[in-house]
């Protein structure tokens, strides 16, 4: 067996984000490399970068998230990038949809032992839980699929002129040239590529930003979202 790699301590820049939530942002970081590793939630290899390459750099997209709003991260895995974002916004009202079971449970371990009180955790995919949760102002994702496809789930959960922040790599242009088509007909209405963490991390993160106007999903999912939203209404009055 691989001996487990040593969780480095925290980056000086850790503190200045985090803030008053330091003590809560370490404990995470060794819980993603104490449990996250023994349960195959993140690679023994991300251990040395836990804070750079994904705290941090996660931590950072709080700069393009506006004030107050709804958040449903897409696909959240481990809880990257909803945890570090609740850890620095308080503000926000935050949903983790994650489909897998035993991702789940780690999530709700963590949300309250870092008492993370504007944090709910909800098992599902994008697709199923459309019409049943409540559209957001905001959704975000990190490593979940290609642009195209990530639109597709993330895009129908938004509320009227919502966005989606999509923490991505290099490809970001190329990825976004590609899905252009695809987007439009998801009801998006602007696209941009913005450069978030100066001074807290290098590279800079970049996040791919796609804001829509006031049929998110296009017409494609207007049917879906009314059926499901009737659904929603029968089921209340029983």
Not at 5 to 33: I, K, M, N, S, W
Not at 100 to 110: A, I, M, P, S, Y
Not at 141 to 164: F, H, S
Not at 221 to 235: I, W
Request: aromatic share 4%.
């Amino acid at each position: 067996m691989t001996e487990a790699a040593e969780l480095p301590p925290a980056p000086e820049q850790a503190r200045d984000v985090f803030g008053d939530r330091f003590t809560d942002a370490v404990r995470y970081a060794e819980l993603l490399a104490e449990a996250g590793v023994r349960r195959g939630l993140i690679g023994p290899r991300e251990v040395p970068r836990l804070w750079e390459r994904h705290l941090l750099n996660c931590a950072v997209l709080s700069e393009v998230v506006p004030e107050g709003v709804t958040v449903c991260d897409v696909g959240s895995g481990a809880g990257l990038p909803g945890i570090p974002l609740a850890l620095v916004r308080e503000d926000l009202k935050i949903t983790l949809l994650e489909p897998l079971l035993r991702r789940t449970n780690f999530l709700t371990e963590v949300v309250e032992l870092l008492g993370l009180d504007h944090v709910t955790v909800v098992r599902g995919r994008a697709e199923e839980v459309m019409g049943k949760l409540p559209p957001v102002h905001v959704v975000t994702a990190r490593a979940v699929a290609p642009l195209d496809r990530l639109a597709t789930w993330g895009i129908p959960l938004l509320r009227p002129y919502g966005e989606m922040l999509a923490l991505k790599g290099d490809t970001a242009e190329e990825e976004l040239k590609a899905a252009a088509t695809a987007l439009s007909k998801l009801g998006a209405v602007e696209t941009s590529i913005l450069h978030v963490g100066e001074g807290v991390v290098d590279p800079l993160s970049t996040v791919v930003r796609v804001e829509v106007g006031e049929s998110p999903g296009g017409v494609r999912f207007a049917a879906k979202r009314a059926k499901a939203a009737r659904t929603g209404r029968a089921r209340r009055r029983r």
